[in-house]
């Protein structure tokens, strides 16, 4: 199809835009079918051949404030490949998802492709549909529609937050509702709209956020409590003796409830935030088993919250774990707000907090340049780009190293005068004796930029104060993890950096921890208290992965089968 001029793009404002960009018309008009039959409906879809200019077609659909929802491009195409074009979406339609089209293979996609996806080029890669219909193509439609469609599309505005539109507890409540799937939207207080919600609800302007629920309720700066209270989340537990009190809601945590519940143990999970941990912030997991495109973090928290639910677990949202104390055969959790959670065992799933940059442009660009915490899994995507790696500690050093088999030239910058100052000696030879790492000394990142994936970085001079921009098409920023332990008694024994110590950790030396009652030694994933276990990225020694908080999640069940059994108490 011949895409009309700008002034002839018909005006259906509520139909948002799907693409297909494809050189081959007749490949082109089986996929321009496949997608009318399904969506023909809600989206509008358009087929454009090179005579379209496809990249033209988006910057005419971008002027007339048209929503273009996903744009589906050949690996084929004249003068350019699929991956390039859909590289550029992003200049023109922010959010739109973009999926390459490739013929049916079998095996592994090419590495041009994964390295695609690891730098936030596109999102995925589907084969042409070969048969009618073909619901492995839809699904991967269908599922990076109902991605675009959660974040893009208007629901019912359960909440209408008005505050101030950077101010840290705005952005917190935002995050907040995202992460737990609330609708809702937000009104700068200081734009018209806003203003207008502030005095139809009779509310304070200094009192803000302010939070206007559809029923008419107001809530002025709630506590994360009264907000998940608002929802109708239950805060407080009930009074009975629960079999396995759950603390956190991360991946290790979810996989304890759904394993408890389904086993018959009586299960709560506590969860002072927002399901999913770690992982429901990252946009798009990669390397979990059984989703070769990868799923989003909040997709997979949902999931497991849900699993869980169906099976019984209870959840009690809004207060943190604040203490933690044997009494006889129960373990009592006490939390923020005062109540206690008594139960016959617990599992400690509290996970870690990554020190952040702080800078919200780069912050915006996480999973799509900017990484966190692991380098392993996109190393090899790194192949022949420039990266480059934040930290002075051996974790920045063991993942410069690494990402150097891979990147032409890996820099890390650190903040001190030397490396010497907190990496290991054998790492620091390492890194000088590696000739495509550079290190720069008294060096800090204050911003970055990018449409859709990282463009570049800013660096400044600690000691003359000087910036620059450097172009960057990869941060990895590894700046220390702390795991949220602080909470825990004494008696729960931890590492100098505050892990969890579990199993045969705990008999260094040949001994058992002090005031440890039963004849038997510490189980695998036990803590230095019986019957309290620790697992995921808050336990010393774990793989920091959401497929390995998962295992112990659900390890840590039979392990409590077993001491609940009492062949271990
Ligand atoms: C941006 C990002 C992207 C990532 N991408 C990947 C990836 O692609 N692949 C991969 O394998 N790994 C990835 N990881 C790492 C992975 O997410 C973690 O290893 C995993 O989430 C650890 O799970 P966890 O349940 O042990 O802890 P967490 O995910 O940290 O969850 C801990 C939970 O405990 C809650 N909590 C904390 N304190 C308390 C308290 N006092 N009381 C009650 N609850 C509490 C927290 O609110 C949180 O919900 C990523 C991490 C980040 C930050």
């Avoid at 008009?29 to 039959?37: D, F, I, Q």
Wanted: proline letters at 6%; aromatic letters at 6%; a neutral charge.
């Amino acid at each position: 199809m011949t895409f009309p001029p700008s002034s002839q793009v018909p005006r259906m404002p509520d139909a948002p835009v799907l693409l297909i960009a494809d050189e081959d018309p007749r490949a082109r008009g089986v996929v321009e079918g496949e997608l009318r039959k399904r969506y023909g409906v809600d989206y509008q879809v358009i087929g454009a051949g090179p005579a379209d200019d496809p990249l033209g077609l988006l910057a005419r659909l971008r002027d007339d404030r048209r929503l273009v929802s996903m744009v589906l491009a050949s690996q084929r195409m004249p003068g350019t490949t699929g991956t390039q074009l859909l590289a550029q979406v992003r200049e023109f339609h922010r959010t739109a998802k973009r999926l390459l089209l490739i013929d049916k293979r079998y095996g592994r996609a090419p590495e041009s492709i994964l390295q695609a996806i690891a730098l936030g080029h596109i999102d995925a890669y589907a084969a042409r549909p070969a048969m009618v219909p073909d619901e492995e193509f839809h699904l991967a439609v269908t599922g990076l529609l109902e991605e675009w469609a959660r974040s893009n599309l208007p629901g019912p505005e359960v909440m209408r937050v008005v505050g101030e539109e950077w101010s840290a507890r705005s952005h917190e409540i935002r995050d907040l509702l995202g992460r737990n799937v609330v609708t809702f939207r937000f009104y700068p207080a200081d734009g018209e709209p806003g203003k207008a919600l502030l005095d139809q609800a009779g509310a304070a302007a200094a009192a803000m956020p302010v939070i206007i629920m559809l029923d008419g309720r107001v809530l002025e700066n709630p506590s994360n409590t009264q907000l998940a209270e608002a929802i109708g989340m239950q805060t407080s537990p009930g009074s009975g003796l629960y079999d396995v009190a759950v603390i956190g809601a991360g991946p290790a945590g979810l996989a304890a409830a759904v394993y408890g519940a389904s086993e018959g143990l009586s299960t709560v999970v506590l969860e002072p935030e927002a399901i999913g941990g770690q992982a429901g912030t990252s946009s798009r997991i990669r390397n979990y088993l059984g989703f070769p495109n990868g799923v989003s973090g909040e997709d997979l928290a949902v999931r497991a919250y849900t699993q869980a639910w169906n099976f019984g677990a209870d959840y009690v949202y809004g207060n943190p774990a604040t203490g933690l104390r044997v009494q006889g055969p129960e373990r009592v959790v006490t939390l923020a707000g005062g109540s206690e959670v008594r139960s016959r065992t617990v599992i400690i799933a509290t996970g870690v907090s990554y020190r952040r940059l702080g800078i919200p442009s780069l912050d915006a660009l996480i999973g799509a340049g900017v990484f966190y915490g692991a380098a392993t899994s996109e190393a090899a995507a790194m192949k022949d780009r420039e990266v480059f790696v934040v930290g002075g500690a051996n974790s920045a050093g063991q993942a410069a190293v690494h990402l150097a088999r891979y990147a032409a030239q890996v820099t890390l910058l650190v903040r001190g005068q030397s490396l010497a100052e907190d990496m290991s000696e054998y790492l620091v030879q390492e890194i000088t004796s590696t000739p495509n790492i550079g290190v720069r000394h008294n060096v800090m990142v204050t911003g970055g930029a990018g449409t859709g994936c990282l463009e570049s970085l800013t660096l400044q001079d600690r000691l003359s104060g000087t910036t620059q921009v450097v172009s960057a098409t990869a941060v990895f920023v590894l700046i220390g993890a702390q795991p949220r332990t602080h909470w825990l008694p004494a008696s729960i024994v931890r590492d100098r950096w505050g892990f969890v110590v579990t199993g045969t950790d705990l008999l260094a030396g040949g001994h058992r921890p002090a005031n440890w009652s039963p004849q038997r030694p510490p189980m695998a994933l036990e803590s230095s208290l019986p019957g309290i276990f620790a697992v995921g990225d808050v336990r010393r020694g774990s793989v920091k992965r959401v497929a390995s908080a998962v295992g112990e999640g659900s390890v840590a069940i039979r392990l409590i089968h077993d001491y609940l059994g009492g062949n271990h108490s």
